[in-house]
């Protein structure tokens, strides 16, 4: 009940936030100022999974920036689907594994890995090769298959989705990082970070019957948002996504987006994919709702090539 | 031998079968590979004369060890491999725990014409219309019921309460698994089964296994002229009666030195009650009663087993004539055939061959398999069905295919089971949210692993379904995904003969790899 109330201020105190953001124009108020780093947004490309994001990290700050000691971490890959990693339908696991070992080196005490997969959860989890990777960093890979592990919350500013069932943990842990990867998407256009959301909440038949985009859109609204978005652009789906059929779908693009604001992140990740942002429903609905912004000139980028 | 070492053997043997049995059907989470499962069921009289009777190979020839191991030792098979047989000794000793006249048995005469009735019936009715007394009676198919419809669920509450106290822990290993029942008229049967076994052999010993089991009739058939058995020593015994009174089987007639050899289940327990070591388990020196072995009763058993024979090669003429789906694509989801599992080849070939043991029903880890109600017709109850509104069928799963140790369902490998198109999907324009809602959704192309669900461009910026039946393979995952009630608005009608779907189609992508960052 505690949290609950919690919650349920913290929302207020959002929405007004956010009100004063559409009012105003102070996006700048959203972003989170975790972090030494003068850069909102940095994109790495041309090196490893690994090596760029230990690059990228360091110029947003270094881990620590977001990572405290003690805290309790959960990262949030996109494992969603039975395929093998060369086909990107799922996050690459050696990033989800670089990303956990920082967590560890900046003092988390525990890190936490899940997805509320479509496919079978035992075989996602393992064939994505991501759980291997994640226990072998020394993370908690946790089951996400069951309706027992879903909390409701209230999403009062919501438009179509006011309320959720969110996996305990992310009500739990202390910081989210989300880990998605870009992908074409056969109906909203691309999957990333915003969409990536939909692998905590347990009734996502309810998004796709009540206008997905809002849906999408409308629980960026949550107050528990992720302190990092780590896009993975290394091997990208560029047709037949979100999951794929063959090599053919997929594109190397050895790249890495790093950012605090998920709306900016994956309006950049949307122009890897080749895809308009501005045709991207929900991006646009949450850049209206204040949820991040969508103007990349207005940003201070960061990019990288290795 | 009048060892108690026999009867120990005995015990050692039955444990290590129903314990592999049980796990075999509660694995939930799929640790046994599916070699061992097949090992572990290898002997399993019924499963593997069906699959004998469809292959035709040695790959299935554990009935014949049976058969042999029969003539040679009598009905060992029902005390040491039968699972649901040593289910009903353990069962027994529950009841003399409970009352101790439970557990003296002593001799009574046999049920010979209920007995040979129902085995006569099974066979006829087997060999005229189908399966279903096989199916209703095949002791392995009973307690496969009887694990996956009453003990599994009970382990899966057991898992998800110690998974609940794991987590307080912090301790991930064990997940929560969701307890669902199956439609209530499929219990029917098992629970009437249940009852019935239940109180025999509670009560009774093996009395189910001596009047109603086909196998068990078969077997004592057989057993009349084992090798092996027990046999008294007149000289030692001194009357007691503690043999007759331990035989669960009450087949031993002490007054006149008898024993009814096709009701023995070789379980060794008057050997070891014996006090004065009368009674011994060795070769039958004086065929005392050979001259009693009805011919004719034999003969027909043999003319039975040949004709069972020789219905597969029937089946198989048939399995050409079976028309082909009525195409009617406008039906709300109103479907024309059931969706069979992969592996089956065609509806018919399956209702013929499956016993309903509902291994692949417990062992599918999407819970798509379920017992069908009326599917099927009356006489396919229980037998599996693709429920897709319970799940899907994984585009990288065979394991139904490979487990099935009837060869209802034939193994395929996975290749080839992703191009075994058990079904076709079919759209219906006026469910779907894109039109009625004009709000994007896409969850059943985003499921299909072949993409034979795909996207076209619809009014503004929106997409809405399209379909290709001939890269289709019937998963059911866009039915599954498909968030529209009561009616979905896309679902796969079954393929009444199994087909081959078109390999997708992929062609290179025009993007290619970036040399510049796009913003």
Redesign the interface.
């Known amino acids: 009940m505690k949290r609950r109330d919690f919650f349920n201020k913290s929302l207020q105190a959002g929405m007004a936030a956010g009100a004063a953001v559409a009012v105003g124009g102070y996006e700048k108020l959203l972003l989170p100022s975790y972090g030494a780093s003068k850069y909102d947004m940095v994109a790495v490309m041309g090196g490893g999974p690994e090596s760029m994001f230990d690059l990228g990290i360091q110029e947003l700050g270094g881990t620590g920036a977001f990572v405290g000691k003690g805290q309790k971490v959960l990262v949030k890959p996109n494992i969603g689907w039975d395929v093998i990693p060369e086909l990107a339908a799922n996050t690459n696991p050696m990033l989800v594994k670089r990303v956990i070992e920082h967590c560890f080196k900046a003092g988390a005490k525990e890190v936490y890995v899940l997805d509320h997969s479509i496919d079978n959860w035992l075989n996602t989890y393992k064939n994505s090769g991501i759980e291997r990777a994640a226990k072998s960093a020394g993370a908690k890979v946790v089951p996400a298959n069951s309706e027992s592990y879903y909390h409701e919350i209230e999403i009062p500013a919501g438009v179509r989705l006011k309320k959720a069932k969110v996996h305990e943990l992310l009500l739990e842990t202390d910081v989210y990082i989300n880990v998605p990867v870009v992908k074409d998407h056969n109906s909203t256009r691309m999957s990333c970070s915003l969409k990536n959301s939909m692998g905590l909440v347990w009734d996502r038949g309810f998004w796709h019957a009540n206008n997905l985009h809002q849906c999408i859109a409308d629980f960026a609204l949550f107050e528990k948002k992720p302190l990092l978005n780590v896009i993975d652009c290394y091997n990208v789906i560029v047709k037949h996504g979100p999951r794929g059929v063959s090599k053919e779908d997929v594109v190397m693009m050895k790249s890495l987006i790093l950012t605090t604001d998920w709306v900016a992140g994956d309006t950049a990740a949307a122009m890897m994919l080749g895809a308009d942002p501005e045709k991207i429903d929900y991006l646009t609905i949450a850049y209206k709702m204040g949820l991040g912004n969508m103007k990349l000139d207005s940003l201070n980028i960061r990019r990288i090539k290795m | 031998m009048t060892s108690p070492f026999l009867r120990r053997f005995r015990i050692f043997i039955a444990a290590l079968v129903f314990i592999l049995t049980l796990l075999t059907f509660i694995d939930f989470r799929?640790l046994i590979p599916v070699k061992f499962i097949n090992g572990v069921l290898f002997l399993q009289f019924v499963p593997s004369l069906l699959k004998f009777i469809n292959l035709k190979t040695l790959a299935a020839s554990g009935f014949i060890v049976v058969i042999i191991l029969t003539l040679l030792t009598g009905r060992t098979y029902c005390s040491f491999l039968c699972p649901l047989g040593i289910g009903q000794d353990i069962n027994s000793r529950l009841g003399g725990r409970i009352k101790r006249k439970f557990r003296r048995f002593g001799f009574k005469k046999p049920h010979t014409i209920i007995r040979y009735g129902l085995l006569a019936i099974t066979l006829i009715v087997t060999i005229i219309w189908g399966i279903y007394m096989v199916s209703l009676l095949d002791p392995y198919s009973i307690f496969g019921r009887f694990v996956t419809y009453f003990i599994k669920p009970l382990v899966l509450l057991l898992n998800?309460f110690v998974e609940?106290i794991l987590i307080r822990f912090?301790i991930?290993t064990l997940?929560?698994?969701?307890v669902e029942g199956f439609r209530l008229m499929t219990y029917a049967i098992p629970v009437v089964f249940l009852f019935l076994i239940g109180l025999f052999s509670l009560t009774r010993g093996r009395l189910y296994c001596n009047m109603i089991c086909p196998v068990g009739t078969l077997l004592g058939l057989l057993s009349k002229i084992s090798l092996l058995r027990i046999r008294f020593d007149k000289d030692k015994c001194d009357r007691c009666g503690r043999c007759s009174l331990s035989c669960k089987s009450s087949c031993i007639d002490f007054l006149s030195y008898n024993i009814d050899n096709s009701r023995c289940v070789e379980c060794f327990n008057c050997i070891t009650n014996c006090p004065e070591k009368a009674l011994s388990y060795g070769f039958q020196m004086h065929q005392s009663r050979e001259e009693e072995t009805d011919h004719g009763k034999r003969e027909f058993i043999t003319g039975s087993l040949m004709l069972f024979f020789g219905i597969s090669s029937r089946a198989k003429s048939q399995e050409k004539k079976t028309p082909l789906p009525v195409k009617h694509s406008t039906v709300k989801e109103s479907k024309t055939f059931p969706v069979c599992p992969p592996g089956a080849r065609s509806i018919e070939e399956f209702n013929k061959n499956c016993t309903a043991c509902s291994l692949c029903i417990t062992a599918c880890?999407?819970n798509v398999l379920r017992p069908s109600v009326r599917e099927y017709g009356i006489m396919g109850l229980m037998q599996p069905v693709m429920d897709y509104h319970k799940g899907f069928c994984?585009?990288?799963?065979n394991i139904c295919t490979e487990i099935c140790p009837t060869n209802a369902l034939m193994p395929l490998v996975l290749e080839a089971k992703k191009l075994t198109q058990i079904g076709k999907v079919i759209f219906i324009k006026d469910n779907c949210?894109v039109k009625t809602?004009k709000?994007?959704?896409?969850?059943c192309?985003?499921?299909?692993?072949?993409?034979a669900v795909?996207?076209v461009p619809y009014e503004g910026?929106l997409?809405i379904p399209e379909t290709n039946q001939d890269i289709c393979i019937g998963c059911g995952h866009c039915e599954y995904?498909c968030?529209?009630t009561p009616y979905k608005a896309i679902y796969i009608d079954g393929n009444p003969v199994h087909q081959v779907a078109s390999k997708?189609v992929?062609?290179?992508?025009e993007?290619?790899?970036?040399e510049e960052?796009?913003?």
Do not use: H, L, Q, W
């Open positions: 799929y998800n609940k912090n991930f997940s929560n698994i969701r880890p999407d994984s585009y990288n799963c949210i809602e709000t994007a959704c896409g969850a192309s985003e499921s299909c692993p072949t993409k795909f996207m910026n997409v995904a968030p529209t997708p992929s062609t290179e992508s993007i290619t790899t970036p960052f796009p913003f």
